[in-house]
């Protein structure tokens, strides 16, 4: 039995059709209402995506140059080290120069040291020979006049 103001040969929806568009207008605000909700929601997470990439790409800019900062500070730390093992061959090599020359040193100090003595020793041995030709010339002098 037809409800009032409904008509069976199809001149006016049966309730049943119009929940059904209601129904469906209904979902389609919903669908709708979601759909803007899930846009939304995958803007903000692709702001936050491109933030944090853009981050991860600042990161990584600064890490590269926090290793040619590192490659640079190795290389110096090398050429520092290589320069400081030069440095210390120089230096053993002029200390090694002036152990030698202090060894000719000490050797020619010494030879004179000898050599001084030796005079020293021919001297006194001249003058001891000196004294005693004086003490025998002086004995003999007084042999004379003792006489």
Aim: glycine share 4%; proline share 1%.
């Amino acid at each position: 039995m037809p409800l009032p103001g409904e008509q069976l040969n199809g001149g006016f929806l049966t309730s049943c059709e119009a929940e059904l568009q209601e129904l469906m207008k209904q979902i389609d605000i919903m669908v709708a209402h979601k759909k803007s909700e899930w846009e939304t929601q995958t803007q903000a997470l692709e702001t936050c995506l491109s933030v944090r990439e853009q981050e991860l790409a600042s990161a990584r800019a600064a890490l590269q140059e926090k290793y040619k900062e590192v490659g640079m500070l190795r290389h110096q730390v090398e050429d520092t080290e290589k320069a400081k093992q030069d440095m210390v061959k120089e230096y053993e090599q002029q200390l090694k120069k002036f152990q030698e020359e202090l060894s000719r040193l000490r050797r020619s100090y010494e030879k004179l040291q000898k050599k001084q003595l030796r005079e020293a020793r021919g001297e006194a041995n001249k003058r001891q020979g000196d004294d005693q030709f004086e003490i025998s010339r002086l004995t003999r002098k007084l042999e004379v006049c003792s006489e």
